[in-house]
């Protein structure tokens, strides 16, 4: 016997960290939400970052200009990205899209854009993490860039000055500074930049299903059912899920680096790519750290997680789904070890994700332009979890029918 068909208020489509902490925003403004997802809640892009909430992102990663840096690119010399060459043709786009809005004249306004996400991002995840019980998974100590260069420490600290134009606190750190927050590494960082205004979060996988839970304990449903059965039906959506066809009023595509396909067969076209990215846990018996550690010379970071110290590597630029080529890994683990006593590999193959990336470098939040009750909420790029819980708020809102308490037009889905 068929199964009825269900109505509820809001379906979200993806229970990644972004689509579960919009799911809580909506809750507290009263609606009925459903979340649905073909693959268990934040296994998939959320599960590898650095876990950190990134207060002091105020500046998006923008595609490097120096000519320099860009041979180092084009010649696969460069420990911070990598490239496969089948996929740039149809990347093309996207990355011409990219290094027009990091120009000197066009990204200040990706700055603008991103400030009001990254200034209430803390403010805004910290109480879904208390009444979620997930306080014992969040490092209070901050980030650190370390250099091994002069050209690097040049770097470092001219970002450092510029992050104090924004009312960030910031502490230039010696050789011995660092040594005394991180004993651990070793001489060939020559010094430090210290962010205490970030946090981090040691499992985000662990964070993600907390959020759920408090979901589901506040009357949320979470759903299996495969986004690709998208429908629209008179004035309702349609998606088909374990218990049979669920119809919506409001359906958000919250689907990360899958959302651009998606919205791409409903007939958006927004500008976009993927970058992704590898980690790798290693026995932290005698490499304990406090926070994490990124080496500006090499685009990597080394964070203190629960399960041991993990090495997430920069960019790669490739098919979304294709196979892993973890050349940057190998590449790196020698160079991190030299930084850090970091102990053997604790799994057999290393953890591969993608990041859904916008030319502008902002998140795509927002009402679809040609769809009633359809709304967009991906293309976080580095910082969704960062972003995930003010992005949340200001959709929520939207959806509600409130004034959103920050500007949405920044993310606005038309711009492309």
Same mark, same amino acid.
């Given at each position: ?20 902490? /919009? +799911?809580?925003? %909506? ?14 809640? !934040? ?19 923008? &595609?490097?200009?120096?000519? @320099? ?22 990347? /093309? #786009?996207? %990355?011409? !899209? ?5 120009? +000197? ?25 208390? +009444?979620?019980?997930?306080?014992? /998974? ?25 992050? $104090?134009?924004?009312?960030? @606190? ?8 660092? @040594?005394?927050? =991180? ?36 009357? !949320? ?38 959302? =651009?396909? %998606? ?18 846990? &290693?026995?932290?018996?005698? +490499? ?25 590597? !920069?960019?790669?630029?490739?098919? $979304? ?10 590449? %790196?683990? #020698? ?10 590999? /604790? =799994? ?18 927002? #009402? ?43 993310? @606005?889905?038309?711009?492309?």
């Amino acid at each position: 016997m068929a199964q009825a068909t269900q109505t509820r208020d809001v379906v979200v489509l993806g229970a990644g960290i972004v689509g579960t902490t /919009l +799911a809580l925003k %909506l809750q507290a403004l009263g609606h009925d939400v459903t979340l649905v997802d073909k693959d268990h809640p !934040g296994a998939a892009t959320s599960f590898g970052n650095a876990g950190l909430i990134e207060r002091s992102a105020v500046f998006p990663y923008a &595609f490097p200009r120096d000519l @320099r840096t860009l041979l180092a690119y084009a010649l696969q010399r460069s420990t911070a990205a990598h490239y496969h060459w089948q996929a740039l043709p149809s990347l /093309l #786009p996207y %990355l011409a !899209g990219y290094w027009g809005h990091s120009s +000197a004249s066009k990204y200040p306004a990706a700055i603008r854009g991103a400030l009001p996400l990254i200034e209430h991002s803390w403010s805004e995840h910290q109480p879904l993490i208390e +009444a979620a019980g997930a306080s014992a /998974l969040v490092n209070q100590h901050g980030w650190i860039k370390v250099w091994r260069s002069a050209g690097a420490e040049a770097i470092a600290l001219r970002q450092a000055e510029q992050s $104090r134009d924004y009312g960030l @606190r910031v502490r230039v750190l010696s050789a011995a500074e660092l @040594r005394t927050l =991180e004993p651990n590494v070793s001489a060939v960082a020559q010094g430090g930049v210290h962010y205490p205004d970030s946090r981090q979060i040691q499992d985000p996988y662990d964070l993600t299903l907390a959020y759920l839970r408090l979901f589901e304990q506040r009357g !949320g449903h979470f759903l299996r059912g495969d986004a690709e059965t998208l429908s629209s039906h008179a004035d309702l959506w349609r998606v088909t899920t374990s218990i049979g066809q669920v119809d919506a009023h409001q359906i958000v595509i919250a689907l990360g680096p899958w959302g =651009e396909s %998606l919205a791409r067969r409903l007939g958006y076209r927004l500008n976009m790519g993927v970058k992704r990215g590898y980690h790798m846990h &290693f026995d932290s018996a005698t +490499a304990a750290l406090s926070h994490v550690v990124v080496d500006v010379d090499h685009g990597y970071a080394l964070a203190p997680m629960k399960k041991g110290i993990r090495l997430t590597t !920069g960019a790669e630029f490739a098919f $979304r789904d294709a196979a892993p080529t973890p050349v940057q890994l190998d590449t %790196l683990e #020698p160079i991190a070890r030299r930084l850090l006593p970091i102990g053997a590999r /604790l =799994e057999s193959a290393p953890w591969l994700g993608a990041r859904p990336c916008t030319a502008d470098m902002l998140p795509i939040i927002g #009402p679809a332009s040609k769809h009633r009750g359809l709304w967009f909420c991906f293309g976080h790029a580095h910082h969704g979890l960062t972003q995930a819980a003010s992005s949340g708020r200001l959709l929520a809102e939207m959806i509600s029918g409130r004034d959103p308490y920050i500007d949405p037009s920044p993310y @606005r889905v038309d711009r492309f």
